[in-house]
């Protein structure tokens, strides 16, 4: 593929809901494009973007694919995302690295869920837009209904530069709103319609065309194609275009509109730049592949075989080849220019986010705020002999992914996932078995409870065994208090006259610390109390560092249970978006968790609720809310769980005890 000028090549995104046809839509601009002879299709995964094993089996989008074209001496980089909320991760990267987006709407079932995230960062991006209806051959296809849905949830900015000709089963072409000749007579009424739609559009952007108009003078074809480009530019106008993928029918058109109409790499407004500035947007990780870095480079030139400078690293990288793919294919380029998006293969010290530029210049490229992991399971390999290559595999997958995270818990000896919603999740546990080999069983993650006091106690542990050879005596008497929420653990020595020698004293802080870890009626580590040692005995011979570590943490247990405990659970502060009609349903379903409500806006309920109520959260939120609904937690405090939920965490683990489950 030769090299094109940033002034010749246009990054564009194809965003939309699951499901819209973007990845259909790809693949026919890339047969019209020349670079395919035949198209193929998601349900029988065999289209260019959606070659990962995955993706075949589920059909649908699971990563950005990147997939260059040649047209009219023009280079266009598509990104085809994903459209299910899940990898909306994946999505958000995209919209970084281009100037424009193409929003692709099901010409029957309409706008739907996600697209909605991603059209807002668009906005906020100040990207140039493009909307395609396509599924226009299926039954209960609507072209006026689909742009009058769009403009109301859109923006009355969005105007069909494009009409069809004959609907459903019968949808034959494109009639072209910009002509105003040779219109056939079966679209009249809807050229006119939307011919007049798009004058005004444009009328308010040109006064040329705004005079003409009020004259009713004919206005010149050229003028409304200039207008429609600076409307785009001024967010003012947002074209619509038809399309069919089964009857491959608009696609030339949309690859003609993006040329004319996107804007090139050339005018992105981090291009002006003298050096090198370039964004490392995306990183895969393949067994046998290696790593791969997608890379947007906004100003100066990468040449194979030199080095660069990692500014987020601080490190010099080593060149070798440069590439991009098409698809999986690898496709071998002279160098990487301005404006162009490529992969380096290879790199040594780069992750996803990094910037490459000279070492003095200032950064100031696009990032992303990737949402918050609210899904989450715990997870243990079916062999423990593949626990090594679990967390290799998902370190991986963490390295790829800035929406996945693992954590291991050494409280609850637990692995944990978290990730943007269940099939994320199943995914990533699905690619584990895949490619490492690795099957795991998975749970809900355990809820870290803790235990702690609200009496206070006294009483004594003592250890003694003196039968034959040395023994073993350690004799302490402690009192127990409460301390405030957060206080932790204290320990005081008030020995006295010497009733215990001071060298033995740090084991008897030792073995309360060591039962308070493990817990004493629930299993769960003990937090904000104080204990003093205030009196006790020792034997010359006999007493030693592990018989007071012992006599200490029995008597630690024994006047924990006098002195009132009770389980304190995690109370976190949740952020729940949705539109407004369901604010009620939000408030309502929180309450039923056990949550408080401490505010609610238009299209915001914050609440503080239990984190062992969130099990499930994400999915039940989509669903009630049609997947519109989307939230955020963070930590909050501590506070006592319910009777009945103490009761049960009590009597799981004096079972499991009494079983020799311990
Ligand atoms: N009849 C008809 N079916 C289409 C058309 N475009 C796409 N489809 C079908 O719609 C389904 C979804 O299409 P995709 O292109 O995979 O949709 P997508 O937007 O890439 O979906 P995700 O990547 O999962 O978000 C597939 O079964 C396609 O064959 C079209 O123009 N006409
Ligand atoms: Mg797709």
């Given at each position: 593929m030769k090299q094109y000028p940033a002034s010749n090549i246009h990054n564009v995104a194809l965003i939309g809901s699951n499901s819209s046809g973007k990845t259909s839509l790809a693949e026919m601009l890339l047969h019209k494009a020349g670079v395919i002879s035949r198209m193929g299709k998601t349900e029988d995964g065999n289209t260019i973007s959606d070659f990962d094993p995955e993706e075949i089996k589920r059909k649908i989008s699971l990563h950005t694919s990147l997939l260059p074209l040649e047209w009219k001496d023009h280079k266009i980089n598509l990104l085809d995302t994903p459209g299910y909320v899940d990898f909306v991760g994946e999505a958000l990267s995209a919209l970084c690295v281009v100037e424009g987006v193409v929003a692709v709407i099901d010409g029957v079932s309409g706008i739907g869920v996600g697209l909605d995230t991603l059209w807002q960062q668009a906005v906020k991006q100040n990207l140039a837009k493009i909307v395609v209806i396509t599924k226009l051959d299926k039954n209960q296809a609507n072209f006026t209904a689909r742009v009058e849905e769009a403009r109301k949830k859109l923006g009355k900015q969005l105007v069909p530069i494009q009409i069809p000709i004959g609907k459903e089963a019968n949808f034959k072409g494109i009639f072209n709103l910009?002509?105003?000749?040779?219109?056939?007579e079966e679209i009249k009424d809807d050229y006119e319609k939307f011919r007049e739609m798009l004058i005004e559009a444009t009328a308010e952007v040109d006064d040329t065309i705004l005079n003409d108009y009020l004259e009713n003078k004919p206005v010149p074809e050229e003028e409304i194609i200039a207008a429609i480009k600076k409307g785009i530019e001024l967010g003012k106008i947002i074209p619509v275009l038809c399309a069919s993928v089964a009857k491959e029918i608009g696609g030339e058109e949309l690859l003609n509109e993006m040329v004319s109409f996107l804007p090139t790499a050339?005018?992105?407004?981090?291009?002006?730049?003298q050096g090198l500035r370039a964004l490392v947007f995306k990183t895969t990780i393949e067994p046998h592949v290696g790593e791969l870095s997608f890379v947007r480079v906004f100003s100066g030139e990468i040449k194979p075989a030199t080095n660069i400078y990692n500014i987020s690293k601080g490190k010099e990288e080593r060149i070798g080849q440069i590439i991009t793919l098409l698809g999986k294919n690898r496709i071998e380029l002279p160098a990487a220019s301005a404006g162009d998006i490529v992969v380096l293969p290879k790199l040594k010290n780069t992750a996803t986010g990094d910037i490459f530029c000279d070492k003095n210049h200032e950064v100031n490229l696009p990032k992303v705020n990737y949402p918050e992991p609210v899904a989450s399971l715990s997870v243990k390999p079916k062999s423990k002999a593949d626990q090594e290559k679990m967390a290799l595999g998902l370190g991986a997958f963490m390295h790829e992914d800035p929406t996945f995270k693992m954590h291991y818990d050494p409280e609850t000896k637990e692995t944990v996932i978290y990730g943007m919603g269940d099939i994320h999740l199943e995914v990533i546990l699905s690619k584990l078995k895949e490619r490492y080999g690795v099957e795991v069983e998975t749970g809900a993650p355990r809820i870290p409870y803790k235990e702690t006091i609200k009496g206070k106690a006294k009483g004594q542990g003592k250890y003694k065994k003196q039968t034959g050879g040395r023994g073993q005596y350690g004799d302490t008497w402690l009192e127990i208090e409460p301390l405030p929420r957060g206080g932790g653990f204290e320990f005081v020595d008030k020995i006295v006259g010497g009733a215990i020698p001071k060298n033995y004293i740090p084991a008897v802080e030792k073995g309360i610390r060591e039962a308070m870890q493990v817990g004493v009626i629930a299993g769960y580590p003990v937090v904000d109390v104080k204990v003093t040692l205030y009196d006790g005995s020792y034997h010359e011979v006999d007493s030693s560092d592990l018989a007071f570590k012992i006599a200490a943490s029995m008597g630690f247990k024994k006047v924990f249970q006098e002195a009132h405990p009770v389980i304190l659970e995690p109370v976190v502060e949740v952020t729940v978006f949705a539109p407004p009609e369901y604010i009620g349903n939000i408030t309502g379903d929180l309450n039923k968790r056990r949550g408080r409500i401490s505010s609610i806006e238009t299209d915001k309920v914050v609440a503080l609720v239990p984190l062992a109520e969130l099990s499930k959260y994400a999915t039940d939120l989509r669903s009630f809310t049609h997947g519109t609904g989307s939230y955020t937690y963070k930590f909050s405090h501590y506070e006592e769980a319910p009777m009945a939920v103490q009761q049960k965490l009590i009597e799981t683990y004096q079972k499991l005890k009494a079983e020799g489950g311990l």
């Open positions: 910009l002509k105003s000749d040779g219109v056939p050339l005018e992105s407004p981090f291009s002006q730049n």
